[in-house]
């Protein structure tokens, strides 16, 4: 499965984005997808997974309380809805899924289908 991460861009800090992964070449209404973000010199971070159903919903401590992650299957697509951002929230921005089971996970290297990733700048 191909997936599409977008909506990053630059926002004042406290200001909200949508970020949108999308999913062609087949549905992915049975796996499980999650965000993550690297910013410039830092490994790669968990930010939230959601299960297939969206009944199992995980998060950071970090954004935990600011980010949503929510999905329509119907749309073949999941969101990040990030409230409230601060400046050390800004990174790249990639969905993953994992396409051999509908349950998340923090680790990513467990995600074998990943997007292109989108950039997401917060000003202070």
């Known amino acids: 499965v191909q997936l599409q991460a977008f909506g990053g861009g630059l926002v004042q800090a406290g200001g909200s984005l949508r970020l949108s992964c999308t999913a062609s070449?087949?549905?992915?209404?049975?796996?499980?997808v999650g965000w993550f973000r690297q910013a410039p010199g830092k490994e790669r971070e968990f930010v939230a997974t959601i299960s297939w159903s969206g009944s199992s919903l995980y998060y950071s401590d970090s954004v935990k309380g600011r980010f949503t992650i929510s999905r329509d299957n119907a749309k073949n697509t999941v969101y990040l809805q990030m409230n409230s951002l601060k400046p050390e929230d800004a990174a790249v921005y990639y969905c993953?899924?994992?396409?051999?089971?509908?349950?998340?996970?923090?680790?990513?290297?467990?995600?074998?289908?990943w997007g292109q990733g989108t950039l997401v700048t917060v000003s202070s």
């Open positions: 993953a899924a994992r396409t051999t089971t509908g349950w998340g996970s923090r680790d990513w290297r467990l995600y074998d289908s």
């Open positions: 070449g087949r549905t992915f209404s049975n796996h499980a």
